[in-house]
C-alpha cells in the first residue's frame, strides 16, 4: 500500500516539530509570526513539566498541574498546527515523517523526542521497576505506593510486611534525590495519620547511587548539603552501590547486600528516544544523535536534533550537552532562529549553551542551588526553587493551583493527593 | 479452604459499612467517639463527590477537587478503620462480610453501596455507550471526547467527519442536562481555540428524554426554564423519545431517527449495586434493597441498607426515596444514631426524609433551583448552586483548587483540563 504523503497547504515552508517537551514547544514558540508552517506531533496531547513529576508520583500536585494541553499553548498562534500521533519514522530521502495518523512532507525537520528510562540492558529490572518519565508513570508510582501500604496492613507479622514498605530509588541526581525526600516525608507525616495501623520505624527509603556522592552534576557542597538533608530525613543513602539484580521482591547491591523491596523507582538514567530512520553510524552514547554545534543532524540539511535526545559533540562538549530543560529551551530558540535564517540566506553562528545553574530540593524548606559560582542552601535555596519552579510552570491556572497546593502542603507538611484512580499492577507493564 | 474470619480486637461491636460514599461516609462521621468500632469497606481509596463528576468529565475540574481520601477524612477518628477492598459477599447467618482481601465479622453491618449505570438489558448500549459513575468514567469521557475532535480532523470530507462531532446524552435528569451543557459550551468557545480545522456548526450535542419534560423530578418552571438555556447553548432536545439500540456508530431511537455517532453518553438511569447474599424477595424495583422504615433490610437485624441501593418502602414511599444525596446523607445520619440507641437499649423513631430541594445547572451563569415551594432561575440560582456545591466538597484543599478553576472558567469560558492521560478506546470495555 502506497501511503498518501500529505503536504503542507500553506504558501510557506513546513516546519514539523517531533515532541511537545521543552525543546519542542520552544521551537514553535519562537517560530510565530514566521514565514513557515508549523506542524508539532507528539503522542501526548500536553506537555509534560518534567521537573515536577515526582511531586505527582508523591501526591503533592494533580496531573493537571504539570500537564499543559499543547493546543491551548498555541491557540493564538495561526501557523501552528498539532497531530496526536505515535512518531514512525523519518524518511529523510523522502522528507517525510510517517505517523500512526499519516505522513507528514517536511521542509524542515525538528526531532525533539525527548529521553525514556535507560535500564542498561538489565532486563529484571526493567521488568520491575518503575520509571518515572511520563505522567501515567508518575500516577502509577502514586498509585503503587499506596497500594503498598495497604498490603501492608493486611499483614499481622511484621516480617511479612518488610517488602511493603522499603522504597529503594535507584540514582542520586535530582529526580531521585527529590522523590526519595518526598517519599521520606510520606513516612513522617501521613504514614500516621492514614495508616494507624503501621509504625514509622516499619518504613524505609533507600536512595541508591553508583557514584561517591549525589547530585554529582552540582557542587561538592551541593551534594555534602543535599546528602545531610537526606540523612535528616531519614532516607538512608548507599553512595558506591551499584544494582546488580532484581526479582520483584529482593534488590541485589554490588558487595553482596540485599534489600527486600517490592518497589524500585529507577532515576539512574536515560536514553534518547527516537523515530526510526536515524543512520545507525550517527548514535552517539546514550542512544543519542549526534549533531554539529548548529544542532543540525550530520548529513541530514535542514533536519535538526535537539534536547534530550541529541548529543551535541564538540571539542568542548566530548559527551554531549547535559540532558536538562534549558539545554532543550536555548536549543529550541537557536533552531527556531536557524530556520528562519536559512530561509532568508543569512549565515548563522553556532550554538552556544548558557548555565544558569542546577537545583535540587530535598524535603520541605530545604533545597540546594549552584547559581554560577554561588551556592545557596536551605530555606533561602528552597524558596529560590519555588519561584524558579512555579513561574516556570506554563498557564495561569497551573501557577494558581500549584501555589494552593503548595501553601497547604507546607501549612499541614502532609501530601493531599493520595488517590489510587487506577491501580497499578506491576504484572501489566 | 475455609477462610479465617477477621473479628474486631476491639471490646466494642463492629459496625462495618460497606461504601465510602455520601451514605457510608456519614455513618461513619456520625459513630465517631460512640462505643463502636467502625471498619469502612471500599473498592476506591477515596469518596467521590458525584454531582461534579460532569466537570470531570468535560474538563472543568481534576480529578482530585472532587475525590477526597477516605483515610484523609478520618485521620482524627479513632474507632475508624479502612479497608480498599471489592466487597463480594454478605453471610448474614454467620455475620460475616466476605472481599477480595479477607472476610470480616460484623455486628451491625450497613449496606451503602451505591448505583451503577442501567441499561435496561440493552446489550448494544451498554457494549458500546459510555456510563458516568465513577471518576475512572470521568476521565475516559474527558478523553474520548477529546479524541474524537483529533480524529475529525484527520477527516477531509465533513460527511466523514459528522459521527465523530455528534455527541448524545441519554437522560435528562440533572446529570445528562448538565453534562449537555457543559458539552455545548466546549463547542461554543473551546472548539474555535484549539481546533481552527472544524467549524463550530459541524459538532451537534442532542440530548435525549423519554418524558415529556427535562428534569421531571424539579418543578414544571424549572423544567421549562433550563430547557430554554439549553436551547440557547445549542443543545438540541429531543423530548418524548426512546433510544431502540445503538451500533458504536449509528444510535436509532423511536420514531424511526438516526443520528451518526461514535460517543453516546448514558445518564438515563441507575440501579442498586450491592454484594451477594442479599435474598431475591428483598430486592425492588431498580435492583434496590427493600429496607423498612428504620431502614433496616428486612428479616436481617442490624442490617441496614441506605442510599441509592436501598429501597425504603413505606405507604408515603411506595416507590422509594429519591437517589440523591440527601437522602442518602440523612440516612447515614439516622442509621448512625439507630446502632448507637440499639446498643443503649433505647427505642428510634422512624426515618423521614426532609426534601431541601433540587438543582441543576445549565451552562456558565444559569441554574435552575426549586428551593422548597420557591422556584430560582438565572445567575442567581446559579450562584446558589455554585456556593452550595462549593462547601459540599470535602477538604480545604478542594474548595480552593475547585474555586480557582471556576473562576478561571468564569472568565476564560473555557474548561482548561483538556488532557488525555489516558486514552480511551471503547473496544476495550
Tied chains: 1, 2.
Excluded at 500516577?139 to 511479612?160: D, P
Excluded at 530509588?169 to 531521585?176: E, K, L, Q, S, Y
Excluded at 522523590?179 to 524505609?204: C, F, T, V, W
Excluded at 532515576?267 to 543519542?288: F, H, T, W
Amino acid at each position: 500500500m502506497i501511503e498518501t504523503v500529505i503536504k503542507t497547504q500553506s504558501k510557506f515552508p513546513r516546519v514539523i516539530i517531533l515532541g511537545g517537551g521543552f525543546g519542542g514547544v520552544e521551537v514553535a514558540r519562537k517560530l510565530k509570526n514566521k514565514p513557515v508552517d508549523v506542524l508539532l506531533i507528539d503522542r501526548f496531547n500536553f506537555h509534560t513539566f518534567q521537573p515536577l513529576l515526582y511531586q505527582v508520583a508523591t501526591g503533592t500536585l494533580a496531573d493537571d498541574s504539570i500537564a499543559f494541553p499543547l493546543r491551548k499553548m498555541f491557540k493564538k498562534q495561526s501557523n501552528f498546527s498539532f497531530r496526536l500521533a505515535e512518531i514512525e519514522k523519518v524518511n529523510h530521502q523522502e522528507q517525510v515523517v510517517h505517523t500512526s495518523v499519516g505522513a507528514y512532507g517536511y521542509d524542515y525537520l525538528v526531532i525533539a523526542t525527548g529521553a525514556t528510562s535507560n535500564f542498561f540492558g538489565m532486563e529484571n529490572i526493567e521488568k520491575f521497576a518503575l520509571g518515572m518519565k511520563s505522567v501515567k508513570e508518575a500516577l502509577n508510582i502514586r498509585s503503587y505506593v499506596l497500594q503498598n501500604f495497604e498490603e501492608a496492613i493486611l499483614r499481622k507479622h511484621q516480617g511479612e510486611r518488610t517488602k511493603y514498605l522499603n522504597f529503594v530509588i535507584v540514582g542520586g541526581g535530582p529526580t531521585g534525590v527529590e522523590l526519595s525526600g518526598a517519599i521520606a516525608e510520606i513516612q513522617l507525616h501521613m504514614l500516621k495519620e492514614d495508616y494507624p495501623e503501621l509504625r514509622k520505624e516499619e518504613m524505609n527509603v533507600y536512595l541508591i547511587e553508583g557514584m561517591d556522592r549525589v547530585l554529582g552534576a552540582l557542587s561538592e557542597s551541593s551534594s555534602k548539603d543535599a546528602l545531610r538533608y537526606l540523612e535528616d530525613l531519614g532516607v538512608k543513602v548507599l553512595l558506591n552501590t551499584q544494582v546488580t539484580d532484581y526479582d520483584g521482591d529482593i534488590i541485589s547491591l554490588s558487595g553482596g547486600k540485599t534489600i527486600e523491596t517490592k518497589t524500585v523507582i529507577w532515576s539512574a538514567g536515560v536514553k534518547g528516544q527516537m523515530p526510526e530512520g536515524i543512520d545507525a553510524s550517527l548514535i552517539e552514547r546514550g542512544n543519542r544523535i549526534r549533531t554539529d554545534e548548529q544542532c543540525r543532524v550530520e548529513g541530514m540539511s535542514r533536519v535538526y536534533a535537539i534536547g534530550d535526545v541529541a548529543a551535541l559533540i564538540s571539542p568542548d562538549t566530548p559527551r554531549g550537552l547535559p540532558g536538562v530543560a534549558p539545554v532543550a529551551q536555548q536549543q529550541g530558540k537557536y533552531v527556531a532562529e536557524h530556520i528562519v535564517n536559512t530561509i532568508e540566506n543569512k549565515t548563522n553562528e553556532k550554538f552556544v549553551y548558557t548555565d544558569k545553574g542546577s537545583m535540587a530540593t530535598v524535603g520541605r524548606s530545604k533545597a540546594v542551588a549552584d547559581l554560577g559560582k554561588v551556592h545557596f542552601k536551605g530555606f533561602f535555596a528552597w524558596t529560590i526553587w519555588m519561584f524558579i519552579h512555579l513561574v516556570s510552570i506554563f498557564g495561569f491556572r497551573n501557577r494558581m493551583v500549584t501555589f494552593v497546593n503548595w501553601s497547604i502542603k507546607f501549612f499541614t507538611k502532609s501530601s493531599g493527593i493520595r488517590l489510587i484512580i487506577n491501580p497499578y499492577f506491576r504484572e501489566d507493564k
